[in-house]
Structures are given as structure tokens and as C-alpha cells.
């Protein structure tokens, strides 16, 4: 889990007040946005991006899948393999139970 993490709320603070602030197809984090975009659809086609299933995520077979998808893009984009916090239900708010550390 990530119990250490979420008692130092403040590192989420800020990120989801930014990201929660801008209109999502507008917001650009990187120069390859749109690739990424197209080869994670591509990758993943009956991925859930809406409600996700963590075993999708965690389960070796995932991994295996995963771990190829990221390397795509190592020096394109800076920290390419860094976890990243996950909302499982896109209709809820980050809290504990509605999040997962995608690593």
C-alpha cells in the first residue's frame, strides 16, 4: 500500500488541485501526449480507463504488458517509469480507497 504516502497529503495537494483546475482535453503534460494517448489505446483496447480494475493493473500478466508500453517511451519522456497515483473510480476523489500506486 501506500499508507506513508498518503499521510503526507500535502504531495497530493497540489498536483490534483492543478490537474483538477484545467479542462482535460486541454491540459498537455508532455511533447508526445497524443502518441502516448494512441499507443496505450492500441496496447490496451479493452482497458477500463473510467472504473479500473487493480488486478488489470497489478497481476503479472499485466506487468508483462506494462513494463514494454513504458519502455516506448524512455528518452521521450523525463521519469517515463515512475509510479503514478491512480484514480480507480474517475467519478470519485483521491482518497485512500479510491486510489492505487501504479508502478
Known amino acids: 500500500g501506500f499508507g506513508?504516502?498518503?499521510g503526507s497529503r500535502l504531495s497530493l495537494g497540489l498536483p490534483v488541485q492543478l490537474i483538477s483546475s484545467v479542462e482535460p482535453r486541454s491540459l498537455?503534460?508532455?511533447?508526445?501526449?497524443e502518441r502516448i494517448y494512441e499507443e496505450f489505446r492500441g496496447t490496451f483496447r479493452d482497458l477500463r480507463v473510467d472504473v479500473l480494475d487493480p488486478e488489470e493493473l497489478k497481476s503479472e500478466p499485466a506487468k508483462a504488458k506494462w513494463r514494454p508500453f513504458c519502455l516506448r517511451f524512455e528518452g521521450l519522456v523525463e521519469d517515463f517509469n515512475f509510479g503514478t497515483l491512480l484514480r480507480l473510480d474517475c467519478r470519485r476523489e483521491y482518497t485512500e480507497e479510491n486510489c492505487i500506486l501504479g508502478e
Open 4 to 6: 506513508g504516502f498518503w
Open 28 to 33: 498537455q503534460l508532455t511533447q508526445v501526449d
